[in-house]
Antibody, heavy 117, light 110 residues
Framework: EVQLVESGGGLVQAGGSLRLSCAGSGFIFSSEWMSWVRQAPGKGLEWVANIKEDGSAKYYVDSVKGRFTISRDNAKNSMYVEMNSLTVEDTAVYYC??????????WGQGTLVTVSS | QSALTQPPSASGSPGQSVAISCTGTSSDIGGYNYVSWYQQRPGKAPRLMIYEVSKRPSGVPDRFSGSKSDNTASLTVSGLQAEDEADYYCSAYAGNNNKVFGGGTKLTVL
């Protein structure tokens, strides 16, 4: 059974930083593109970033370019996102998901990031 | 404002069929056959229901179907059941590895 578990969320002040982690199990982690998708409270879903199987390619939504950095450690079956210069607009539940052909097959339970002003 | 446009709400009685639309542009829905649909129950993670316009992952009931015409995709739920009550989101590939979502539709089973 595929399992994805996010961690690292919490309360941070505007301008601060946070690092989220996603641990995968039940599948061959090193063979899957991985993504972060976020959902602001009461709002819809927004794709944030993704990373190729071997980490050699990374893509970001325009609103986080230059502030967020996605990475992975296949030896640890884990993916990360380093979030800097956070603003209140970054407040959301952050989900990690497996991605194949531009769809998100499996999702974690999410971790809440709250940015206070 | 979301990149794809969905009606905020839809409803139907048990046993009925309901269709949810998702309108984009020629740069996303109209440009590729990479449209997917997700079901999200309150407090839960999204679940993939339809991918590549009309394909169903294993485990998704065949009551769920998808289609596309020009820049508009649709999700149809036939034989509505109480358990289908949830939020539904469409998503489409928009080029350059960018994926866009709709604002979501709250489906109510009357």
């Amino acid at each position: 059974e595929v399992q994805l578990v996010e961690s690292g969320g919490g309360l941070v002040q505007a301008g601060g930083s946070l690092r989220l982690s996603c641990a995968g199990s039940g599948f061959i982690f090193s063979s899957e593109w991985m993504s972060w998708v976020r959902q602001a409270p009461g709002k819809g879903l927004e794709w944030v970033a993704n990373i190729k199987e071997d980490g050699s390619a990374k893509y970001y939504v325009d609103s986080v370019k230059g502030r967020f950095t996605i990475s992975r450690d296949n030896a640890k079956n884990s993916m990360y996102v380093e979030m800097n210069s956070l603003t209140v607009e970054d407040t959301a539940v952050y989900y990690c998901a497996t991605e194949i052909w531009y769809r998100f097959d499996h999702w974690g339970q999410g971790t809440l990031v709250t940015v206070s002003s | 404002q979301s990149a794809l446009t969905q009606p905020p709400s839809a409803s139907g009685s048990p046993g009925q069929s309901v269709a949810i639309s998702c309108t984009g542009t020629s740069s996303d829905i109209g440009g590729y056959n990479y449209v997917s649909w997700y079901q999200q129950r309150p407090g839960k993670a999204p679940r993939l229901m339809i991918y590549e316009v009309s394909k169903r992952p294993s485990g998704v009931p065949d009551r769920f179907s998808g289609s596309k015409s020009d820049n508009t995709a649709s999700l149809t739920v036939s034989g509505l059941q109480a358990e289908d009550e949830a939020d539904y989101y469409c998503s489409a590939y928009a080029g350059n590895n960018n994926k866009v979502f709709g604002g979501g539709t709250k489906l109510t089973v009357l």
